[in-house]
RNA sequence: GCGCUCGUAGCUCAACCGGAUAGAGCAACGGCCUUCUAAGCCGUAGGUUGCAGGUUCGAGUCCUGCCGGGCGUGCCA
């Protein structure tokens, strides 16, 4: 509908340009908006309005002028002019309850683009260090890049979702160490647990899954493993020291086995963080592993290529990205003088990856803690003479728990925090995913768990969910009743559906796809979750006014034909939330 | 200090590319079940959009300054 009234203006702008009212340089950019006041019609356009100056007019004038130019449609029961020159359209009742035909018609792919038309695009989120199973932090980024693919899905763009492992570095190395001490605490050996290791229980299942499957062979002599280890923070020394010193003598006595050590943390962790959110329906095409880009000489090739180009310069034995050259506020090392990459060579040598896969564009979801390394990424991408505008980073801020008005706290260090196991077990999926999305994700949230928790109108979740069973609900009381729906005599019988509350529940089935549509593109998943929750409000609304099971078969069957359209769209967009959509409560 | 970001009803949040009288929910108060699920509906009340300027037909939205919160600012990962 906004499609076709777009087009009438634009007509009705060639014969204004033709008969010399407007010039002809003028460039239109034609809007047309859902009205948010019904006495303004049902469609608005401020066209006049944008081009009183540039046709140096009167706004209001101007706009008579491209009434009295309109072309004649049956849709378009009146025009009038509002305001400062507003054009506002009413749309005739039987061509705006033809959006019903079309939902019943298309069913799920009502509102959907056509698959794979647009453009491909890669969408990585999470990717959390596989270190520790997946807290309530990262469920945020979970639910939020999983909503956006589906989005993007539905609008038709080809979608590839993807899970950067950070399987190198000195945090996994720490993994290990902790991992390999608890194993040989296993072996009644005693020892002092490092106070910079991975403290949780889960390090010691791993360590007693690597007893069970290969016994002692990673055993050694604690006092092999003490000697001359430089003290740790409890004792006077410096914990991070310390720490090294543990695992480069893990490296020394277990040789080759030192990697069956580190595979054992690391498949364990990271095969449960993919049952986790695979429990919580997100899942991915691709899991792409940092070492890959070591082993598969694909950082040193990003490093010769930056070289290359002379944006490479060497300076206290350090190799250092001028990043500065391209906004950054100071320049990035990239290579130390020991001759280790730094994580932000394995980034470089990513994204290049990322781009040499032929992507129309590239979407990182990242932890607002993060939000410090889009500008050495993009000068990155920059350098490598790629364009730095189709990496789209999208940040994703940290919700705050709350029980009640209590906050509940969190500190890593402690151990204290709340995985997004527990969160899903106590709170359920749906909540857990409607919640995490119902909010801007650069904004703080506070997710209340109570809330989360309740069955009630309290809950914009069961809320929703509650008008699709209630529909479920008629049809099975209308079957025990010996009563059947007809859809045809429904759709034919539209006219008897006169109600104001029936139109507002039919203008807003209306604007489901345009909502699909702007809250893909514009990555706001929130958009989605409240439009869910006012269709649902004007169901109820109406639902609460009007009996379905009635006598009048007409009537009636043009009634369940609205209340299925609703339930179809309602299930359409939960599905795209990753929220179930329940036949009775 | 510098950079990014946010500031909207008592609370949690919306507001489509700059549009008309800034909207929901919760909390508060008052109503509605012999009728398809009351997990629902209706009504009342609640605002100088942090402050001060600027841009223009029009600003919560764009620009500048200030105030306040968050994050970043490692040869860490």
């Not at 989120?125 to 993007?152: I, Q």
Request: glycine share 8%.
């Amino acid at each position: 509908m906004k499609e076709q009234i777009a087009q009438l203006i634009d007509a009705a702008l060639s014969t204004l340009i033709a008969n010399g009212t407007l010039p002809a340089d003028i460039t239109p950019n034609i809007q047309v908006e859902n009205t948010r006041d019904k006495a303004h019609g049902d469609f608005a356009s401020n066209i006049a309005l944008t081009l009183a100056k540039p046709a140096r007019r009167n706004p209001r004038e101007l706009a008579q002028q491209l009434c009295d130019a309109l072309p004649t449609n049956g849709s378009i029961e009146k025009t009038e002019i509002a305001g400062p020159g507003f054009i506002n359209f009413f749309v005739s009742q039987a061509s705006i309850f033809t959006v019903l035909g079309d939902i019943l018609e298309q069913g799920d792919a009502f509102g959907r683009g056509q698959a794979n038309s647009g453009p491909r695009m890669q969408v990585e989120f999470v990717s959390a260090n596989p270190t520790g199973p997946l807290h309530v932090g990262h469920g945020r980024g979970a639910a939020y890049g999983a909503t956006v693919a589906d989005l993007l899905e539905a609008a038709g763009v080809e979608v590839e979702r993807e899970y950067y492992v950070n399987d190198a570095g000195r945090q996994m190395n720490i993994l290990a160490a902790s991992v390999w001490l608890r194993y040989l605490e296993q072996h009644e050996q005693e020892l002092t647990f490092p106070s910079n290791g991975y403290q949780g229980h889960y390090i010691r299942d791993i360590a007693h899954d690597l007893v069970k499957d290969h016994g002692d062979r990673f055993n050694r002599p604690v006092a092999d493993v003490v000697a001359d280890i430089p003290a740790d923070e409890p004792a006077g020394g410096d914990k991070e020291v310390h720490i090294d010193a543990l695992i480069e003598r893990a490296q020394q006595l277990l040789g080759d086995d030192y990697e069956m050590v580190f595979d054992a943390g690391l498949n364990s962790i990271l095969g449960d963080i993919r049952e986790d959110l695979g429990e919580f329906g997100v899942n991915y095409q691709e899991w792409f592993s940092e070492r890959s880009l070591t082993s598969s000489g694909d950082v040193s090739r990003a490093l010769e290529q930056l070289e290359a180009k002379g944006y490479l310069y060497e300076q206290d034995g350090n190799l250092w990205f001028r990043s500065t050259d391209f906004g950054d506020d100071k320049d990035r090392v990239v290579k130390r003088a020991n001759g280790q990459t730094t994580y932000f060579a394995s980034d470089i040598a990513y994204h290049m990856n990322k781009f040499e896969r032929g992507f129309d564009k590239v979407v990182n979801i990242w932890g607002a803690d993060h939000h410090g390394y889009i500008a050495r990424v993009k000068a990155a991408i920059q350098a490598m003479g790629y364009d730095p505008e189709k990496l789209e980073v999208r940040l994703v801020q940290f919700a705050i728990l709350y029980r009640g008005s209590e906050r509940v706290q969190m500190s890593t260090r402690s151990g204290s925090f709340v995985t997004l196991r527990e969160l899903r077990n106590e709170v359920g999926n749906d909540a857990c995913r409607f919640f995490y999305v119902t909010r801007k994700a650069d904004q703080h949230m506070d997710f209340d768990l109570e809330l989360a928790k309740t069955e009630s109108k309290d809950n914009p979740v069961y809320y929703i969910q509650y008008a699709h069973a209630r529909v479920c609900s008629v049809l099975r009381k209308l079957e025990s009743e010996g009563m059947a729906w007809d859809q045809a005599a429904g759709l034919a019988a539209m006219e008897r559906l006169e109600s104001e509350t029936e139109k507002d529940l039919v203008k807003q089935l209306a604007k489901y796809p345009e909502t699909l549509q702007h809250a893909a593109l514009n990555f706001e998943p929130h958009v989605l979750a409240n439009y869910l929750r006012d269709l649902a409000g004007d169901f109820h609304t109406w639902y609460n006014g009007h009996k379905l099971i009635i006598d009048d078969a007409e009537l009636r069957n043009a009634r369940l034909t609205l209340s299925v359209a609703v339930r179809q769209v309602l299930a359409n967009g939960l599905k795209l939330l990753g929220v179930s959509a329940p036949e009775q409560m």
